[in-house]
């Protein structure tokens, strides 16, 4: 039989051995993958053909969030069943895809070259807007005629042409920077679909075309609000007030932005 001394002696060796041959709490949570990586994964293993974004945890117990390019869809954990549409807080009266589709399509406004684009300030000029734009795209100038009424606000036009599809707006932004004024000049154009005449200076277009091009803009107009949002297509006046009103939100990150309508 097993003196007492000799039994305490193998339960002291018994639990030194498993002191070291178990990892700790903090170990196993350091050496665990988190559910969203771990999720990212079985996506790319089930999907291999498929290119997925960030992975998120959804406020839904069970449900990741998924960027998919310019789209968001909600996926169980089996990765087997996805959800494409709008994600409510009906509590909170919040449409939380919406929400973070305008974080993702945000820019950094700081960052845009605003020397190179046509500048006019309106009253106090307090508020900002960046329009990319195409004097011959025909939603530009619907747009240009819904933001006549905007007042106290400085406006950065990028003169952006997409000689895919207007082949002469090229040479129609290039005369507008090279006019004595520049904002008049657009107006003639867009408000009032009047020829100006062609002229030829060192001018920001081609840089405005590959700008566009980088920040994923692939149609006109588009606009950047000053907390860098973005807007795509001709929207009304109204629509863009209110657009304009939630500027002093706070941005969630800049990121590449959607096209607009063209």
């Keep these: 039989m097993m003196t007492i001394n000799r039994l305490r002696s193998a339960l002291c060796l018994g639990l030194l051995g498993a002191a070291f041959s178990l990892p700790s709490a903090g170990q196993t949570a350091s050496q665990s993958p988190a559910p969203t990586t771990t999720m990212a994964e079985r996506l790319q ?41 709008h994600f409510y807080d009906m509590k909170a009266q919040r449409d939380l895809t919406a929400e973070r589709k305008d974080s993702l ?33 025909p939603y530009c100038r619907r747009l240009e005629a819904e933001m006549k009424s905007l007042t106290d606000i400085t406006i950065y036009t990028f003169l952006m042409p997409i000689a895919s599809l207007h082949p002469e707006a090229r040479g129609k932004a290039i005369s507008v920077w090279c006019s004595k004024d520049r904002v008049a000049a657009w107006h003639a154009l867009m408000w009032r679909d009047e ?5 030829e200076c060192p001018h920001p277009v081609d840089r405005n075309v590959a700008l566009g091009e980088r920040l994923g803009i692939s149609g006109t107009p588009t606009l950047v609000a000053a907390d860098g949002r973005v807007l795509p297509g001709a929207a009304s ?15 969630e990150g800049p990121v590449s932005v959607r096209g607009g309508a063209r």
């Design 195 to 199: 020829k100006i005449s062609a002229k």
């Design 105 to 137: 399509a945000r820019i950094e406004f700081s960052s845009l070259p605003l020397a190179d684009a046509v500048k006019e300030v309106r009253g106090t000029g307090a508020r900002t807007l960046a329009i990319f734009s195409d004097p011959d795209c």
């Design 45 to 85: 293993a089930l999907y291999p053909a498929t290119r997925f974004g960030a992975v998120n945890t959804t406020p839904w117990p069970g449900v990741f969030e998924v960027v998919m390019g310019a789209n968001l869809a909600y996926v169980d954990e089996t990765g087997q069943y996805f959800l494409f549409g």
């Design 237 to 251: 006046n109204a629509q863009i007030e209110a657009w304009l009103a939630r500027s002093t939100a706070s941005a």
